[in-house]
T-cell receptor, first 118, second 116 residues
Framework: AQTVTQSQPEMSVQEAETVTLSCTYDTSESNYYLFWYKQPPSRQMILVIRQEAYKQQNATENRFSVNFQKAAKSFSLKISDSQLGDTAMYFCAFMKHVRSSTGNQFYFGTGTSLTVIP | GAGVSQSPSNKVTEKGKDVELRCDPISGHTALYWYRQRLGQGLEFLIYFQGNSAPDKSGLPSDRFSAERTGESVSTLTIQRTQQEDSAVYLC??????????????FGPGTRLTVL
């Protein structure tokens, strides 16, 4: 079974500073995908960034980047130049492909609540 | 529509009543997922549809919960004889279910269910 662990229930960061959210996962799969989702108080889940496990290069989306360590099964999210609008719950997710008839399966961590302090 | 929509956005019901929650996925998305999120908690997987069939119902918490999907489109999640412990936000997501390739879930805004 796949598990996704986020060991930091809550974090805070000063505006304009950098913060890193950690995520580890456990799998025997060799090909899979990893995601970070953001859920602001509006509760709308928003995709932040996506990483394919077969790619060695870390994904980057503007101020958001990941540190993907496949051997260590670690997938941390770095937020640079934190903004007040980054205040949200952040969920790490893992996806594996099962079969064409049954599609893909997603597994989510328990989330990290990030507060950006003015 | 452009995104996943869910209705109603909020539902208040009395204990013992039945409720139906609706999800409209993104057009063309063959996969549809239901999750439950209790206050301050993570996502709890309920059920997943590939087309109109549900290969994985393992997350449904009891036989009071059921879901169906028709026309590879709209899905309804039904909770019978609601209990106070059913109070939560119910999130729906859809994806293209790309075989062997990158797949991404897109989420609706959720339905907040309150059982009095």
């Amino acid at each position: 079974a796949q598990t996704v662990t986020q060991s930091q229930p809550e974090m805070s960061v000063q505006e304009a500073e950098t913060v890193t959210l950690s995520c580890t996962y456990d799998t025997s799969e060799s090909n899979y995908y990893l995601f970070w989702y953001k859920q602001p108080p509006s509760r709308q889940m928003i995709l932040v960034i996506r990483q394919e496990a077969y790619k060695q290069q870390n994904a980057t989306e503007n101020r958001f980047s990941v540190n993907f360590q496949k051997a260590a099964k670690s997938f941390s999210l770095k937020i640079s130049d934190s903004q007040l609008g980054d205040t949200a719950m952040y969920f790490c997710a893992f996806m594996k492909h099962v079969r064409s008839s049954t599609g893909n399966q997603f597994y989510f961590g328990t989330g990290t609540s990030l507060t950006v302090i003015p | 529509g452009a995104g996943v929509s869910q209705s109603p956005s909020n539902k208040v019901t009395e204990k013992g009543k039945d409720v139906e929650l609706r999800c409209d996925p993104i057009s063309g998305h063959t996969a549809l997922y239901w999750y439950r999120q209790r206050l301050g908690q993570g996502l709890e997987f309920l059920i997943y549809f590939q087309g109109n069939s549900a290969p994985d119902k393992s997350g449904l918490p009891s036989d009071r919960f059921s879901a169906e999907r028709t026309g590879e489109s709209v899905s309804t999640l039904t909770i019978q004889r609601t209990q106070q412990e059913d109070s939560a936000v119910y999130l729906c997501a859809s994806s293209l279910a790309v075989a062997g390739g990158t797949d991404t879930q897109y989420f609706g805004p959720g339905t907040r269910l309150t059982v009095l």
